[in-house]
């Protein structure tokens, strides 16, 4: 069964910092380019942080860059988003997304939920 599960997740006061984690299971993780997501009340999905096939490395959203930074493991089947100096409009809920290199397949995860608040 593919699963994409989320957590890391919480209530944190505006400066401070969360690691979020993505743990796949079910698929060849490797295969996959994986991108981090997040949705707001009232506004549309956003990127944030796609893992670009090629390179490994990851490009991001100008409105999260320096703040967000992304990682992966493929051993671990795991991404990671680490999220420094939070603000309040940075609460939403968080998705990761694996899609395969041939476009074919494509998956997300439950998400997990961020509320910046003092």
């Known amino acids: 069964q593919v699963q994409l599960v989320e957590s890391g997740g919480g209530l944190v006061e505006p400066g401070g910092s969360l690691r979020l984690s993505c743990a796949a299971s079910?698929?060849?993780?490797?295969?996959?380019?994986v991108s981090w997501y997040r949705q707001a009340p009232g506004k549309e999905r956003e990127l944030l942080a796609h893992?670009?096939?090629?390179?490994?490395?990851?490009d991001y959203a100008d409105s999260v860059k320096g703040r967000f930074t992304a990682s992966r493991d493929n051993a671990e089947n795991t991404v990671y988003l680490q999220i420094n100096t939070l603000k309040p409009e940075d609460t939403a809920v968080y998705y990761c997304?694996?899609?395969?290199?041939?476009?074919?397949?494509?998956?997300w995860g439950q998400g997990t939920q961020v509320t910046v608040s003092s």
């Open positions: 997304r694996a899609i395969h290199l041939t476009g074919r397949e494509n998956y």
């Open positions: 079910g698929f060849t993780f490797s295969q996959y380019t």
């Open positions: 893992f670009t096939p090629s390179t490994g490395g990851a």
